[in-house]
C-alpha cells in the first residue's frame, strides 16, 4: 500500500471519526493478515480475534481488516447488578476461509459459586441493507450497516454484489425458502414466516474479512456478588481451537427501578387472524405479543402504551398478557380519545371497566396527536372532563408547545426533538410531567446515541421519561425497509413467528436506561448515608455532572459525537456506591 493511498484513508478515517458514526475504510478490503504481525510471530492460518465496545456507532463492518475499531487478544469484561442484562461484542478475522465456525460458552466460576452459562447468550451481528442514514426517510441510498442479532446467521442472506437482502421463511411443514426483502414490492413478504434458532448455529466467515459477535448476560436474581471467569471456545476447520477468557463482575449492590417512565409507541395488536404465525408489525398472534412484551419489558420499557381496540373485544386478553409478562400496572397509556366532550366522562368510564380489574390506578387517554393550534384548542373540553371523570390525558407535540393553551390538561407532554431543561421546568410548575419523543424514533442503527438521548440527557434534563416512536411500525412489510416510497420502517426488534431478533440499536437503549438506574442507586445509597464525606462528596460529583455545562444537558445528534464518556461515569457511579456501602 503506497504512501497516497495511507494518506487517503488516515484522512478518511479522522474525517469519519468527527461524524461519529465511523464505517470502515473500504480501501483496506484486500489487505493481507500478514500486516498485523511480523512473518513467523503466528500461524498465519489462525483467527484473530478482537474485542469491541458493544455500545458504539463505529460500525465494524466485514472489510474492516486491518483497521479494527477494537483490540486484539486480551479478555473481554462485563459487570453487572443480579437480574441485569449487560453485553460485550468482539470480532473474529479470517486469514483464510474459516467453516463450521463454532462458539461454545463454559460455566463461569468464582471460588466455590457457579454463574451457569445459560445465562449468557452468543449472537452474530448481521450487516444488511437499510434504506437510509436517517430513520424517517428512504433516502434512495443502500448502505451496508450491521444491526441485527441472530442466532442463526442464515436466516437473512446478503447479496454485496448486488445490494440485496433475503430472509428465510419456514412453513408449517418445515420445508423453507428466500423472499426478496430489498425490492419496491410491499407484497413480496406477505407469506414470510421467520424463525431464528434457539442457540447459535455454526458460521462461515469467508478469507480476509471479519464477523462481529455479541455475548449478552443476564445475571440471575440469586447471584452471589463477585468476581467470575470463564472462556468462549472458537473452533473451525483446520485450526487450533482459540480460548478467549470472559470475566464477569457482580455487584454487591441490588440495582435501583428507575425513576424514568419509560413507555414506547407499540402498535402491535392481538389479531385471531395472526394464530398462524403470519408477520406484521401491527398485528399478532398471542404467542409474539407476548414474546414482544416481554422483550421491552426486559429492554426496560416497563410502561408499552396499548393500542388495542375497546370495540374488538381483545383488550382483556392483551392486559392478561401484559400482567403475564410482568408488566406494572400501576399506569396503562391507552392510544385511544376521549372523544367529543359530552361522551369523554363515558369513554373513561368505560375504559375503567375494562382496566379496574387488572388494578390500573392511573390510566391516559390520547389527544390528537402532534397537533397545535386551533386543532390543539378544540381539545380543552374533553380533556377536561376526562380529567373530571378520574381519567388522565397525554399527547405527543411537535412545533408548537402545547403548554400555554392546554397547561395542567395535558398530564404528560410528549415532546418531540432535543430534551430541554427549561420545558421540564415549565410542565412541572403545573404537575404534569414532560416525556421525550422522537430524539430519534426508532430505527436509526447507532446504539451510543439511544444510550446518551435516552438516558443521561434526560436525567440531565430532569425530564420524567420516554416515549419514543415505535418498537414497530411498517410503511410496508417489517421487514423490508426499501417497499416504501418515502419513510424507513421505525424498530427496534423484528417479530418472528415464535419471538423476535434485536437490534444493536435497542441493546443502546438499554443501556442508556440502566444508565439512568444506576444514577438512581447512587442517589438512594446517598440519601440512606446522611452527611458523611463519602456522601457529600457524591453528591457534589453529580451535581457537577448535571449541571457544569448547559450544552451538555441537551441531547446529541446523529453525526456528532457524544458530550460523556458513559462507561467512565457509571463506573464513577458503582466507585461510590461501593464506597457507602461499607
Excluded at 458504539?56 to 486480551?74: I, Q
Excluded at 410496508?476 to 424507513?488: L, T, Y
Amino acid at each position: 500500500m503506497n504512501t497516497t493511498n495511507n494518506a487517503a484513508n488516515l484522512e478518511l478515517l479522522v474525517v469519519s471519526t468527527i461524524l461519529g458514526v465511523i464505517a470502515c475504510p473500504l480501501l483496506y478490503r484486500n489487505v493481507l493478515a500478514e500486516n498485523v504481525a511480523e512473518p513467523g510471530k503466528r500461524d498465519d492460518r489462525q483467527p484473530i480475534v478482537y474485542r469491541l465496545n458493544p455500545i458504539t456507532n463505529v460500525r465494524m463492518l466485514p472489510d474492516c481488516f486491518p483497521e479494527v475499531p477494537g483490540k486484539a487478544g486480551g479478555q473481554l469484561s462485563l459487570s453487572a447488578c443480579r437480574s441485569e442484562y449487560e453485553s460485550a461484542s468482539f470480532a473474529v478475522y479470517a486469514p483464510q476461509d474459516l467453516g463450521n465456525v463454532r462458539l461454545e460458552i463454559s460455566d463461569f466460576r468464582s471460588g466455590k459459586h457457579v454463574l451457569p452459562k445459560s445465562h449468557l447468550e452468543l449472537f452474530v451481528v448481521k450487516c444488511w441493507y437499510q434504506a437510509g442514514r436517517d430513520v424517517m426517510f428512504h433516502d434512495g441510498v443502500k448502505r451496508l450497516v450491521p444491526e441485527l442479532l441472530l442466532k442463526d446467521d442464515a436466516l437473512v442472506k446478503v447479496d454485496t454484489q448486488k445490494q440485496t437482502n433475503a430472509v428465510r421463511s419456514t412453513k408449517e411443514d418445515g420445508s423453507t425458502k428466500y423472499l426478496p426483502a430489498s425490492g419496491k414490492d410491499p407484497k413480496a413478504l406477505e407469506e414470510l414466516r421467520p424463525i431464528d434458532a434457539s442457540t447459535l448455529q455454526p458460521v462461515t466467515i469467508p478469507g480476509k474479512t471479519l464477523k462481529q459477535f455479541w455475548l449478552r448476560l443476564h445475571v440471575p436474581a440469586d447471584a452471589a456478588a463477585g468476581k467470575y471467569r470463564g472462556s468462549i471456545r472458537l473452533s473451525a476447520q483446520g485450526i487450533t481451537p482459540v480460548d478467549i477468557p470472559v470475566a464477569v463482575t457482580v455487584h454487591a449492590f441490588e440495582l435501583a427501578q428507575s425513576q424514568k417512565t419509560y413507555s414506547i409507541y407499540y402498535s402491535g395488536k392481538l389479531d385471531p387472524n395472526s394464530s398462524k404465525g403470519t408477520i406484521a408489525a401491527h398485528y399478532k398472534s398471542e404467542e409474539q405479543y407476548l414474546a414482544e412484551t416481554r422483550d421491552m419489558l426486559a429492554h426496560g420499557v416497563r410502561y408499552p402504551n396499548l393500542w388495542q381496540t375497546r370495540q374488538s373485544g381483545l383488550v382483556p386478553r392483551s392486559l392478561e398478557l401484559r400482567k403475564k409478562a410482568g408488566l406494572p400496572y400501576d399506569k396503562l397509556f391507552i392510544l385511544s380519545p376521549p372523544g367529543p366532550p359530552a361522551g369523554a366522562a363515558t369513554m373513561v368510564k368505560l375504559w375503567r371497566k375494562l382496566t379496574d380489574g387488572f388494578g390500573y390506578k392511573d390510566i391516559y387517554l390520547y389527544g390528537l396527536d402532534e397537533a397545535s393550534g386551533g386543532p390543539l384548542r378544540v381539545q380543552k373540553p374533553s380533556w377536561a372532563n376526562a380529567q373530571k371523570a378520574g381519567g388522565k390525558m397525554f399527547a405527543s407535540a411537535w412545533k408548537e408547545d402545547p403548554f400555554k393553551i392546554m397547561g395542567s390538561l395535558l398530564n404528560v407532554a410528549v415532546w418531540s426533538g432535543g430534551v430541554q431543561p427549561e420545558k421540564a421546568k415549565q410542565w412541572h410548575s403545573v404537575g404534569s410531567e414532560i416525556f421525550s419523543y422522537s430524539n430519534p424514533q426508532a430505527g436509526v442503527e447507532e446504539p451510543l446515541l439511544y444510550r446518551y438521548n435516552y438516558g443521561l440527557a434526560l436525567w440531565k434534563a430532569d425530564y420524567d421519561g420516554a416515549m419514543t416512536f415505535a418498537y414497530q411500525y411498517a410503511y410496508g412489510h417489517i421487514w423490508n425497509d426499501f417497499d416504501s416510497e418515502r419513510f424507513r420502517d421505525h424498530c427496534f426488534a423484528y417479530p418472528t413467528v415464535n419471538g423476535v431478533v434485536g437490534t444493536m440499536q435497542w441493546e443502546g437503549f438499554r443501556e442508556g436506561v440502566d444508565d439512568v438506574r444506576y444514577i438512581a442507586t447512587l442517589e438512594k445509597a446517598i440519601k440512606k448515608a446522611g452527611k458523611t464525606g463519602t456522601a457529600r462528596e457524591a453528591k457534589q460529583w453529580l451535581e457537577k455532572l448535571k449541571g457544569e455545562n448547559p450544552r451538555q444537558q441537551k441531547s446529541w445528534k446523529a453525526q456528532k459525537r457524544p458530550p460523556e464518556d458513559l462507561e467512565s461515569i457509571r463506573s464513577r457511579a458503582v466507585s461510590f456506591i461501593n464506597q457507602l456501602a461499607q
